[in-house]
């Protein structure tokens, strides 16, 4: 795994997730965890709803679990899949806030910038735009557009690159959630994890598919393309 300060050919367009690769602006967010990203945030918040905390108990659900509920919801009961994310999503984002740093990086940024994410489009405008992010990206995937099959189930990584007409060998994927590179690494991305301290985002974490670790995504897109400009 290469330092935070190793260059990456700017050449390469670069694809990030919404709601993983923000983690700057959500670990100075007043939340009770410490090294809380958005998505815990939110996490956080759907497990007050009723229907979650009918379900779980006093139990934490994982994004991943989440996703096996949302589809056992549509296969067995039938339920909107659009109603039932409008639902989930229904929740306060006054704890993130803007990040100019990282928004004045990704504006530096060559190439196209793409958001992949297992929530979908309309959750994750609301958390970009709560980033000051809303016009950063090129382009956004969501759950919807992966037909249900979410991240990291490689189906998913390829009908992306499809849709999008993205090359995998010069693209750069950024991720908080270490078990998200490796079918990215897999299709010939350069990867690169937020390691933002949690227990949950290092599950699965190897070196083999892990080509960057970093600790702030502000940061170290600000060491790639310059500070900006007085």
Not at 173 to 201: C, H, Y
Request: net charge negative.
């Amino acid at each position: 795994i290469k330092t935070a300060t190793a260059p990456v050919p700017a050449r390469r367009p670069m694809m990030l997730t919404a709601l993983d690769t923000i983690n700057r602006a959500a670990q100075t967010a007043k939340t009770a965890t410490a090294h809380a990203s958005p998505q815990q945030i939110a996490m956080n918040e759907v497990m007050e709803k009723p229907a979650f905390s009918e379900m779980a108990g006093q139990g934490d659900i994982d994004p991943a679990e989440t996703r096996r509920i949302e589809t056992g919801l549509m296969a067995v009961n039938g339920v909107d899949p659009h109603q039932f994310l409008d639902y989930v999503h229904d929740i306060d984002l006054a704890r993130i806030s803007a990040d100019p740093a990282l928004v004045a990086a990704l504006d530096r940024l060559p190439g196209r910038k793409y958001v992949f994410t297992n929530g979908d489009a309309a959750y994750a405008r609301r958390v970009l735009d709560k980033l000051g992010l809303a016009n950063a990206f090129d382009g956004l995937h969501d759950i919807h557009a992966m037909a249900y099959v979410p991240k990291p189930d490689p189906r998913s990584y390829a009908a992306m690159c499809q849709l999008h007409s993205i090359e995998p060998e010069r693209a750069l994927f950024v991720e908080d959630m270490a078990r998200n590179l490796e079918p990215a690494k897999a299709i010939g991305m350069t990867t690169v994890w937020i390691d933002n301290g949690s227990e949950q985002a290092g599950i699965g974490a190897d070196p083999a598919f892990i080509d960057y670790r970093i600790a702030d995504i502000g940061v170290w897109l600000s060491e790639i393309t310059g500070k900006e400009k007085a």
